[in-house]
């Protein structure tokens, strides 16, 4: 079975068309863009996207930004790893490639957060590069085109997938033809997984591929691909304390490793420690506390309950990094005007705003 042409001919007439990151051969802004996708869906990236290139233009921009200001116009969109990465390869793109992006897909997959798979969507749409692409949306369409079996995810699987959608990239002599094709078969790929064949009720009739499609003909298009194995997740429980007082909040920057790393959030306590030992040991003149509803977070790898206190502090301390804090030597006072200009993990952000809406800081 070889499916480029339909593929393609289904793209430029039924595809997506003047996404902002399209119609560009700029690698900065495509690899931008493949970064940004990952594991997030077109309609969250659009905003962050512009955002992120008016304050960046170029990727010497971004190499040359402090990574806290590279944190804030990323808080929010989540897998804050990516945004480490970005910056990490923005460096490496201007030290060691003298300022221009790797000229094909082997040498893009050197650089930090660039996988095979965005490497050669990124060769492809820039440099018409024969790659072969292989995102979460390609598995489901190709385990569903030759109805294979099995975890997508495990290594076994994802070989074969590998090697099928390998064996579906045009010709060499079909791209000689038309140096756009590969661009249109790669954004084809992307298009129809997000399109039509959504995981669950694809839409089968509107289908370029689906005279050839065995998970189609099988009439399994619902069970396939199978699952991904899940483990319960486990769970885990924190206390987040809200001291403010009158203008300001105190936040803590976590390590730059890990969960929400290098980002600004509320210190951090465990539940089991008795939460009148915490205020004291804040050394704070303390109006009044409150323990607020408790709340769910669930991160890929576990659930979060979060239990917020809110500690009322009288304005009796320079709003400064406050020598009396000396177990949180991490910890700043911040303008609450100033909130938006620090990157906050999206819950912490969600707390705050309503409590701050709700009058409760302010
Ligand atoms: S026919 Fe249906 S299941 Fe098969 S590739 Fe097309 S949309 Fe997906």
Redesign the pocket.
Known sequence: MKIASRLVTWQRLHGRHGLPWQGTRDPYRVWLSEIMLQQTQVAAVLDYYQRFLSKFPTVKALAQAPASEVMVQWAGLGYYARARNLHACAKQVMDKWNGKFPPDAASLATLPGIGPSTAAAIAAFCYGERAAILDGNVK??LA??FAIEGDPTTRAIELQLWERTREQVPTARACAQDPALMSAYTQGLMD??AT???RSR?????????K?????QQNR?DE?PWPRARKALPERNTMMLIVHQPGYILLDQRPTTGIWGGLWSLPEYEVTIEPTLIYQNLGLPIDKTAVLASFLHVFTHFRLTIEPHLVSVARARTPKINSALKSLPSAQWVALAQLQQRALPAPVHKLLTGLITAGLIH
């Open positions: 489901r369409v569903r085109l129809l997984g039509l064949c959504t694809p839409k089968c009739e509107a289908c370029p591929l689906k050839d499609c065995l998970a189609k298009s396939l």
